[in-house]
C-alpha cells in the first residue's frame, strides 16, 4: 500500500539549532516528493518539490531536502530554524504521471524565541 | 484572483444533521480533492475529481457524498453527520500539468455533536 511515514510528530528547538524532519515513503514506481507547511492561521502551502534530477532540492525561507532513493527517503532540513519557522510540516508523495497525494501525519515544530 | 475559496469557515451541527461543504477554484483546474486533517493523522482523501462531471473515491469516503456539476465548483456532502466527522476540511486543487502542486483554501472547521 502507498504511504508516507514522518518520524516526528512534534519537535522543540531554539533559534539557530538545526533542523531535520525524517519522511519515508512507500510507493510502487517513481514517485513526486512534497513538502508542504501549514503557519498558524495560514493555508497549506508549498515548500519545495522533487521531481527529478538533483536529489537535493532547495525550496522557500532556506529549507532544502535530499531525495536519496534507496532509503526511501525525502528528509527535510534547515541550518538555522527561525521562530517564525514555527508551523507543522507535512511530507506529501504523488506517483508520477498520477495524480493523487498521500499525506504523512504531520510534524508539528515549535521554535523558541 | 481568489484561487480556492470554501465556504463556510465554520459550522457546528448536531448529530443526524445534513450539510454541503463548497469548494470554488478561479484557476480553470482539472483536478479537484476533498481532504480532512485530524491531529496525528495528516490529510487523508475523502474524495477528487479528474474534471467536471466525474468524481471517484478516496482513501476515506464513508459517509460523505460529493459532485462535480461545474468545472469550479466541487461541493462534500454530509448527508447525516456523525461525531467522528469533526475535522478540519481542505479542498485542495491543481491543473493538468507535470507540475502537479496543489492549491489549497483555507479549511472549513466542521463540529458534529
Known amino acids: 500500500a502507498q504511504s508516507v511515514s514522518q518520524h516526528n510528530h512534534h519537535v522543540i528547538l531554539s533559534e539557530a539549532a538545526s533542523l531535520e524532519l525524517g519522511c519515508n515513503y512507500s510507493?510502487?514506481?517513481?514517485?513526486?516528493l512534497f513538502w508542504y507547511v501549514q503557519y498558524p492561521g495560514q493555508h497549506l502551502q508549498l515548500l519545495l518539490k522533487?521531481?527529478?534530477?538533483?536529489?537535493l532540492v532547495k525550496g522557500i525561507k532556506g529549507f532544502e531536502a535530499e531525495f536519496i532513493k534507496s532509503k526511501f527517503s525525502f528528509n527535510l532540513r534547515k541550518p538555522s530554524v527561525q521562530w517564525s519557522d514555527t508551523a507543522e510540516y507535512f511530507c506529501?508523495?504523488?506517483?508520477?504521471?498520477?495524480?493523487?497525494?498521500?499525506f504523512g501525519a504531520g510534524t508539528r515544530l515549535f521554535v523558541k524565541a | 484572483n481568489a484561487g480556492v475559496t470554501q465556504t463556510p469557515k465554520f459550522r457546528v451541527l448536531k448529530t443526524g444533521q445534513s450539510m454541503t461543504l463548497l469548494c470554488a477554484q478561479d484557476?480553470?483546474?482539472?483536478?479537484m480533492y476533498w481532504y480532512r486533517q485530524d491531529p496525528g493523522m495528516g490529510l487523508r482523501l475523502i474524495h477528487y475529481?479528474?474534471?467536471?462531471?466525474?468524481?471517484a473515491k478516496g482513501e476515506v469516503p464513508d459517509g460523505y457524498n460529493v459532485s462535480r456539476l461545474k468545472k469550479q465548483n466541487f461541493l462534500l456532502g454530509l448527508e447525516s453527520a456523525a461525531p467522528s466527522q469533526t475535522s478540519v476540511y481542505f479542498c485542495?486543487?491543481?491543473?493538468?500539468?507535470?507540475?502537479?502542486?496543489?492549491?489549497f483554501g483555507a479549511g472549513s472547521r466542521l463540529t458534529v455533536l
Open positions: 485542495a486543487t491543481h491543473d493538468r500539468s507535470g507540475a502537479n502542486v496543489l492549491t
Open positions: 475529481s479528474v474534471g467536471e462531471g466525474t468524481t
Open positions: 522533487y521531481f527529478s534530477g538533483d536529489p
Open positions: 506529501a508523495a504523488q506517483g508520477t504521471g498520477g495524480f493523487k497525494t498521500i
Open positions: 484557476m480553470n483546474h482539472e483536478y
Open positions: 510507493y510502487g514506481g517513481t514517485v513526486n
